[in-house]
C-alpha cells in the first residue's frame, strides 16, 4: 500500500501544491492517469478545483480527471492508475464518499496497491475516522468511519501555537481531550509542510516534522527525515 499523507496542500507565497511537488514526483514515477476527488470543496467551485489540480499534475507529466464530472464514479475509479483526494472539509467530503458509493470501492483499490495521495481533509479520510479534523461539522456524514488505510489519527495543520488573548482550546488540549475519551488511538499532529510517506508497513516523515500523542504520555516532536513503522510501535 502506498500512500502520501499530506498536512497542506500550499505554504503562503508558494503555488498549489508547490512545496510537494517534488515529493509527488517521486512518488507516482512514470505517467499515471489520477482521479481526483475534490468533494472536500464547499464554497470553492468543484470545476476550479478540478482545473488548478489538474494542472498541477500535469506539470509533472500526469493526466487527471475529477470524479465530479463523471456518472459512474465508481467505475471512473477502477479506470484510474492513482487517486488524488484534495483538501477541504472533511465532513463534506466523507458524507459524498458515502453517498457516491465510493467508500469501499476507494478503500478495496488502495489496499490493492492503487497509490493514494491526500492532503487536509485528503488525509484525514486515510485514518480509521474523521474525529481528529479541525473542521466545523458543517453536514452530516452517516458515520465518522472512514478509510482506514492507517491505523493512527491525523490531524493536519497543527500548531502548537496559542493566540494570545484567545480563550478557546488550543490544538493541543483538543487531541487531549479526544485521547482522553479515546484512549487506545494515536494522533499524529502534522505540521505545515509535513507529509508521511508510507509504504506498507514502513513510512518516513517528510518536511518539517510532527507531533505524536498518546493518552497519558507526553507528546513527542519527530522531525523530518525520520523512517518509523506504519503501527507506529516504538516512536
Known sequence: ??????????????????????HIRAFL??????????????????????????????????????????????????????????????????????????????????????????????????????MTTNDMPITEPPTLRALGLVPFQINPHYTEKRIEGHGGESRDQRITEF???????????LREGTLLNVNDDLMSVEGTGLRLFRHGAEPKDIPGGTALRTALTGA
Not at 6 to 21: A, C, H, I, Q
Not at 36 to 61: C, K, M, N, S
Open 179 to 189: 485521547l482522553t475519551l479515546n484512549p487506545r488511538a494515536v494522533v499524529v499532529g
Open 29 to 130: 514515477g512514470e505517467p499515471k492517469r489520477i482521479a481526483f476527488v475534490p468533494f472536500a470543496a464547499v464554497t470553492y467551485p468543484l470545476d476550479e478545483y478540478a482545473r488548478i489540480t489538474t494542472e498541477a499534475f500535469a506539470q509533472l507529466g500526469h493526466a487527471c480527471f475529477s470524479l465530479h464530472s463523471e456518472t459512474d464514479k465508481v467505475k471512473a475509479l477502477s479506470a484510474a492508475d492513482a487517486v488524488a483526494v484534495g483538501g477541504g472539509n472533511s465532513f463534506q467530503l466523507l458524507r459524498t464518499l458515502y453517498s457516491a458509493e465510493l467508500i469501499r470501492a476507494l478503500r478495496v483499490k488502495v489496499m490493492g496497491g492503487m497509490p493514494f495521495i491526500g492532503w487536509s481533509a485528503g488525509a484525514n479520510v486515510a485514518c480509521p475516522t474523521i
Open 1 to 22: 500500500m502506498k500512500l502520501l499523507l499530506l498536512s497542506n496542500s500550499t505554504m503562503p507565497g508558494e503555488p498549489y501544491l508547490g512545496w510537494p511537488r517534488e
